[in-house]
């Protein structure tokens, strides 16, 4: 069986094929994708997953209004095209974008079944990753329906600082406020103004443009979530 050098000099990629007992990698190849390049479109035909080596990447849906609905970033680990390939489903459901240079396996989804279909490892961890899947989609997309827009705005400010803080404590937002605005579907407008009521109330604070908080500002967002429920 010939193996790609390729596939056994990279370490993460090594660890992914023993899972797999380096079956069909003669059916695998590593592909790059520059910024803004489209990995897959919503309502294209499904055919193929890949496996994001490295980079980030975006997740969204485009509606006929033309507002993009950021659902997710996405990074090493994630498997594009899983639910389809794992729910026979004929088109992908989402847009995926490279939103930095990034690299990924990519593979026919008839390999992603074989895989799933004799190696217990491998099930598991595609499990776990559409568990993960639906549980983020599920909570994210219900915030931004049941609640006011300013108040998802403070939501996906607390997510953002969860997500991303360190160990001193402190997140400066590299997001900017289209962004905002794309992944909490709400308009650029509302995002400046629930921006502006954050900060009259002292509950964050902006450095350099960017938005900067600290545990004491975390602390008073989820208090503020939760007084306006």
């Not at 004929?90 to 396996?105: M, P, R």
């Not at 279909?117 to 990753?129: G, I």
């Not at 402190?170 to 509302?190: A, C, F």
Request: with cysteine; glycine share 8%.
């Amino acid at each position: 069986m010939y193996i790609d050098p390729l596939f056994l000099e990279d370490e993460y990629l090594n660890y992914f094929f023993k899972k797999v007992d380096y079956a069909h990698t003669d059916k695998c190849k590593i592909t790059a994708y520059a910024p803004k390049e489209l990995l897959a479109i919503r309502g294209f035909k499904a055919e193929k997953c890949i496996l994001v080596l490295s980079g980030k990447l975006r997740v969204y849906n485009q509606f006929i209004n033309g507002k993009n609905y950021v659902l997710e970033d996405i990074s090493q680990g994630a498997v594009i095209g899983e639910m389809e390939a794992a729910g026979k489903w004929g088109e992908y459901t989402s847009t995926v974008e490279a939103a930095t240079e990034a690299k990924g396996l990519v593979f026919p989804h008839e390999v992603y079944i074989s895989w799933l279909t004799n190696s217990h490892e491998f099930a598991v961890d595609a499990a776990m990753r559409l568990g993960r899947m639906m549980c983020n989609s599920s909570s994210f997309k219900g915030e931004n329906l049941v609640f006011s827009s300013g108040l998802s705005i403070a939501m996906l400010l607390r997510r953002y600082y969860v997500e991303n803080v360190g160990k001193g404590g402190n997140v400066i937002v590299n997001e900017t406020r289209n962004q905002l605005s794309e992944k909490s579907g709400t308009s650029l407008r509302t995002v400046n103004r629930s921006i502006k009521t954050l900060i009259n109330l002292g509950i964050i604070t902006i450095r350099k443009g960017k938005i900067f908080m600290d545990k004491d500002s975390f602390s008073k967002l989820v208090d503020y979530i939760s007084e306006n429920m």
